[in-house]
């Protein structure tokens, strides 16, 4: 599975992440009274993630349902943009900038567009080895692009951290989860150049993440 699983992420490990994050100062207004909406919430029989991207699917029932858990509107609308920012948003392949065009043009006749196609035709070694003999893409470039795209499964990491990542030697996020934080930002920020110096802090950001994602990928 590319991106988090909902029906896994529990509700009260949702409230525990927004205490433990900086949150972007449009999205404090989630901490208001965050204990009393999530007994609420566990009133009407939501527990997890999923449940409760689908009862915020519909913005007309969001009235009735701020009086149901003690919120306003407002509250409801920021709430689901942070509940969707965890999903694992597909980017096009070429937006990674890995592959040449004939390659791209190969993947393309293979309906592979973006890295969650990449991710679910390679993830699996044995479909892997298949698909570089098949389009005489080669195995260790597509294992190479297999730990930037895993990498890109976690929240909060783009292209070009990715990038860093695997310069530094966190070929997925496996490896990444694993390393000690004070690692990787010491590692990175020496290879960084005239990028943006990493943090602790962002880098424990992406981690809560690594943990919800599934660890299938081979290898």
Known sequence: MYSIDFNTFSLSDFISLLKSIDLLPGRKILLNGIDSIAKNLNKIGVTDLAQLQKLLKKKADYPK??????????????????INSYE????????????SKTELSIFEKHNIKTTKDLFNQISIKSDRLSFSKLTKIDFLKLKNALQHVDLLRVNGIGPIYAKA???????????????????????YNL??????????????????????????TEW
């Open 65 to 82: 349902l701020a009086k149901e858990l003690s919120t306003t509107s407002e509250y409801l609308v920021i709430l689901n943009r942070e």
């Open 88 to 99: 694992s948003k597909p980017l096009p392949l070429v937006k990674i900038n890995l592959f």
């Open 165 to 187: 990542l695997v310069e530094i030697g966190i070929f997925n996020k496996d490896i990444y989860y694993k390393t000690s934080s004070e690692e990787i930002v010491k590692k």
């Open 191 to 216: 290879e960084s150049g005239t990028k943006p110096k990493l943090g602790l802090k962002d880098v424990e950001y992406c981690k809560r993440f690594c943990k919800k994602l599934n660890s299938d």
